[in-house]
């Protein structure tokens, strides 16, 4: 229950924010994946918080090659959720690396921190050879400092490389 208002919630400040439909729902499937990525580890013996944001962070990096906190600062986040800053390509890679790393840990009956880390590192590598053969043929790189929402001023960018 406390998901599903969290997210009305959410949509409503991205209609608020201007963006358009398509981009709604890019953002609504990638919290969905989200979702039942976090269902699976509190079914499968993963409870604090430091460990979901250990876990996400492991996916991210092996995909993105940036932690998150890396990946906030390049876009110029301090205290803003960085799913809510991510272009479509970003929210799409992120959602191949969780969708993989859930699917991973089904297959591999991942229980607690360990085995679902190493099911996020495969996920993560999966997510990450898709992203460097995007970035290949489409001359383009998935991460960016730009924000997807229109108003956004950033307080400090990094240079990604």
């Given at each position: 229950?406390?998901?599903?208002?969290?997210?009305?919630?959410?949509?409503?400040l991205y209609e608020l924010?201007?963006?358009?439909?398509?981009?709604?729902?890019?953002?609504?499937?990638?919290?969905?994946?989200?979702?039942?990525?976090?269902?699976?580890?509190?079914?499968?013996?993963?409870?604090?918080?430091?460990?979901?944001?250990?876990?996400?962070?492991?996916?991210?990096?092996?995909?993105?090659?940036?932690?998150?906190?890396?990946?906030?600062?390049?876009?110029?986040?301090?205290?803003?959720?960085?799913?809510?800053?991510?272009?479509?390509?970003?929210?799409?890679?992120?959602?191949?690396?969780?969708?993989?790393?859930?699917?991973?840990?089904?297959?591999?009956?991942?229980?607690?921190?360990?085995?679902?880390?190493?099911?996020?590192?495969k996920g993560g590598k999966?997510?990450?050879?898709?992203?460097?053969?995007?970035?290949?043929?489409?001359?383009?790189?998935?991460?960016?400092?730009?924000?997807?929402?229109?108003?956004?001023?950033?307080?400090?960018?990094?240079?990604?490389?």
């Open positions: 229950m406390q998901k599903e208002m969290r997210n009305k919630l959410t949509r409503v924010n201007a963006l358009d439909k398509g981009q709604i729902r890019v953002k609504d499937m990638a919290q969905e994946t989200r979702n039942k990525l976090t269902d699976y580890w509190q079914a499968h013996g993963v409870t604090k918080s430091d460990d979901f944001a250990m876990l996400t962070n492991v996916i991210h990096q092996e995909w993105s090659d940036l932690s998150v906190a890396q990946h906030k600062k390049l876009k110029g986040l301090e205290h803003e959720n960085l799913r809510e800053h991510m272009s479509e390509a970003e929210l799409l890679f992120t959602a191949l690396a969780e969708l993989s790393t859930r699917q991973i840990a089904e297959k591999d009956q991942a229980e607690g921190v360990q085995e679902n880390k190493e099911a996020g590192r999966l997510a990450k050879q898709a992203r460097l053969q995007f970035e290949e043929a489409t001359g383009t790189k998935v991460v960016t400092s730009k924000s997807s929402l229109p108003d956004f001023t950033p307080k400090k960018q990094i240079k990604h490389t």
